[in-house]
C-alpha cells in the first residue's frame, strides 16, 4: 500500500508539473492569443501609470437631450513649471453662437438641415480637493474653463478637481449633437487643456480641420440611458446593471486621449475578432454595417503587421448622423451615414480603412492637432494608399495614388500654380488655411507625397521600420516633427531634416 501511495502521489505530481508547463507554454507561445493579451493588458497598466484619472457619471435623456454629469478629475502637473492657473476646454461651448459657429458658412445648412440649434454646456459648481473655487469663463465662445486655483501647482503636485454640469445637444449633424437616428456627444466633457514647451495651449474650435490636442488619460465612465438604447464608446464595457426603466453602462479607457460616447436606440452590431481586438460595427442601414465591419477588421490587421500592434481590446466603427465624411476618437470612428448608401459604397471602404488608420496616427501617437495636423492626416491618407497596395495590388494602389491620395488630390491646386498664389507651406496652423478645400488638398494630399518620396527613396523595409520605430518611441504621447524625423534619421542613418523641410515648406 505504501508503495501504491508513492507512485500516485508521483502520478500526481508529474501531472501537476505538465499542466503548469502547458500553461505557462500557453502564455508564452501565443496559443488562443492569450501571449498579445497579457501583453496587451500590461502594456496599458503600464502606460496609464502617472496619467490624469477621469471619473464621469452621466445620466443620458433623449428626450430633453441633455447630459448630466459629475466629473472628478485627479489632476498631475507633469511639467517642471509652477502653475498658477488651470485650464479645461469646454468645446460644447463652441456651438452656443450662430455668428461663432464651428462650421465654415458654406457649409451651415448642411450642419444644421433644420435650422441653427445652439448647444453649450451649463456648470453648476466646481470644487478642488474638497473647496469652492473660483472659476473664469473665456475664449472666443465661453469654452475656455481658467480655474483659479489657491496657490501655484508644483511640479508633480495632484489635485482633485470636480465639477457638476449639464450639457446641452444642439440638432446638428457635425460631430456633437443629434440626428434623426443617433446622438453624439463627443468633445462633450471638460477636458485638460495640454501644458507643454510652449505653455498652456487654450485654441478655440476652428473651423477647418480637426481643432483638437490632448493628452492621454484614463477614464471610468458611467452612463444611465433608458434601456432601449446602445451605446458605442471609447473604452471596454466592465458591467451593465438595470435600474428600473434604465440601464448603467460602466465603461473603463486606459490610456486614451478622448472618450467618445455614442447611442442610438435602433442600433444593429455585428462583430469580428481581429487579434485580440474585438471590432464591432453599429448601423442602421443594412448590408452596408457589413461591409464597414470587413474594411476595419483587414486594415486594423493590416496595420497591427505593419507599424506595431493595436493595444486595446476594443474598436467600433459606428454609423452617424453626420455629414463630414469620418471622424476618429479613441477606439471608435464616426462614419458618414451617407457612406454607407449603394451609391457612395467605395468611399465607406476609403474612409473607414482612413480613420482606423488614425488609431495610430493620432490616437496612440498623438501630435498638436492645430499646428501640426500635417503629421497625423498625412501620414494616415498613406497608410490608407497602403492598405489598398496590400489588398489589391500595386496596380490599384497606383490607381488611387494617381486619381484620390496624394497626387490626385495635389493636382486640383494646379491651375493656381500659374498664378503664383499657392502657398504651398503644410507645415502651419490650421486657422491660417483659407478653406477645408487648401487645407484638405495640401495636408492630406501633399502629406501624403512627403512620405511616399521617402519610401520610393529608402524602399519599403525601412520605410516600415521607421514607422515602427516612430510608433514603439511614441505611443501615448504627443510627438513633434522632430520625432518622426528622427526615427527615420535612426533607421537609414541619413538625416532627413532637409527632405521633410523642403515638402513641408516648399514645392515638391
Not at 475578432?273 to 471590432?279: E, H, N, R, S
Request: net charge negative.
Amino acid at each position: 500500500m505504501r508503495f501504491l501511495f508513492k507512485r500516485e502521489t508521483k502520478i500526481l505530481l508529474t501531472i501537476i508539473v505538465i499542466a503548469v508547463v502547458v500553461a505557462l507554454l500557453l502564455i508564452f507561445t501565443g496559443v488562443f492569443g492569450l501571449k498579445s493579451s497579457l501583453e496587451g493588458s500590461l502594456k496599458l497598466v503600464h502606460a496609464s501609470k502617472g496619467l490624469n484619472q477621469y471619473e464621469i457619471t452621466v445620466d443620458f435623456d433623449p428626450d430633453s437631450k441633455t447630459l448630466v454629469c459629475h466629473q472628478s478629475v485627479l489632476y498631475k502637473n507633469k511639467s517642471e513649471d509652477l502653475l498658477t492657473h488651470l485650464y479645461f476646454h469646454l468645446y460644447p461651448n463652441a456651438f452656443q453662437y450662430e455668428d461663432r459657429a464651428v462650421f465654415e458658412k458654406s457649409d451651415m445648412n448642411r450642419a444644421y438641415p433644420n435650422g441653427f440649434s445652439p448647444g453649450s454646456i451649463d456648470l453648476s459648481s466646481v470644487r478642488i480637493d474638497g473647496e469652492d473655487v473660483n472659476y473664469v469663463l473665456g475664449g472666443y465662445s465661453e469654452d475656455i474653463l481658467m480655474l483659479l486655483t489657491e496657490g501655484d501647482v508644483a511640479s508633480d503636485q495632484k489635485l482633485n478637481i470636480e465639477m457638476e454640469y449639464t450639457v446641452f445637444l444642439p440638432d446638428s449633424m457635425g460631430r456633437f449633437g443629434y440626428g434623426e437616428n443617433m446622438y453624439k456627444m463627443v468633445n462633450w466633457y471638460p477636458i485638460a487643456c495640454v501644458y507643454d514647451e510652449n505653455g498652456w495651449n487654450l485654441d478655440p474650435y476652428y473651423a477647418i480641420g480637426d481643432p483638437f490636442y490632448s493628452d492621454a488619460a484614463n477614464h471610468e465612465v458611467t452612463v444611465k440611458a433608458p434601456a432601449d438604447y446602445i451605446l458605442a464608446t471609447t473604452g471596454e464595457l466592465k458591467a451593465k446593471k438595470k435600474e428600473g426603466k434604465d440601464i448603467s453602462w460602466q465603461i473603463q479607457a486606459l490610456a486614451v486621449r478622448d472618450f467618445a460616447l455614442l447611442a442610438c436606440n435602433g442600433f444593429e452590431t455585428v462583430s469580428k475578432q481581429v487579434g485580440k481586438t474585438l471590432i464591432t460595427s453599429y448601423f442602421y442601414t443594412a448590408d452596408a454595417g457589413e461591409k464597414a465591419l470587413d474594411y476595419a477588421a483587414k486594415s486594423l490587421s493590416f496595420f497591427n503587421e505593419v507599424f506595431g500592434v493595436y493595444p486595446y481590446f476594443q474598436f467600433a466603427v459606428v454609423e452617424s448622423d453626420f455629414y463630414i465624411g469620418g471622424m476618429e476618437y479613441p477606439n471608435l470612428i464616426m462614419l458618414d451615414h451617407d457612406l454607407y448608401q449603394k451609391r457612395n459604397s467605395g468611399y465607406l471602404e476609403l474612409v473607414t480603412v482612413h480613420e482606423t488608420a488614425h488609431q495610430w496616427w493620432y490616437g496612440l501617437v498623438g501630435n498638436n492637432q492645430i499646428t501640426d495636423a500635417w503629421m497625423d492626416e498625412g501620414l494616415t491618407e498613406y497608410s490608407t494608399l497602403l492598405y489598398y497596395g496590400n489588398r489589391y495590388g500595386e496596380k490599384k494602389e497606383e490607381e488611387i495614388y494617381q486619381n484620390i491620395i496624394g497626387e490626385g488630390k495635389y493636382n486640383i491646386l494646379s491651375s493656381l500654380w500659374s498664378l503664383g498664389i499657392l502657398d504651398e507651406t503644410i507645415h502651419r496652423p490650421i486657422y491660417e488655411f483659407a478653406d477645408w478645400t487648401f487645407y484638405d488638398m495640401l495636408v492630406y494630399g501633399k502629406g501624403a507625397m512627403l512620405f511616399h518620396s521617402i519610401r520610393e527613396e529608402i524602399g519599403e523595409e525601412k520605410f516600415f521600420q521607421s514607422l515602427q520605430k516612430y510608433y514603439k518611441e511614441n505611443q501615448f504621447q504627443n510627438a513633434g516633427k522632430s520625432d518622426i524625423i528622427q526615427a527615420f534619421n535612426q533607421v537609414t542613418g541619413l538625416d532627413w531634416q532637409q527632405h521633410f523641410d523642403s515638402w513641408l515648406y516648399d514645392g515638391p
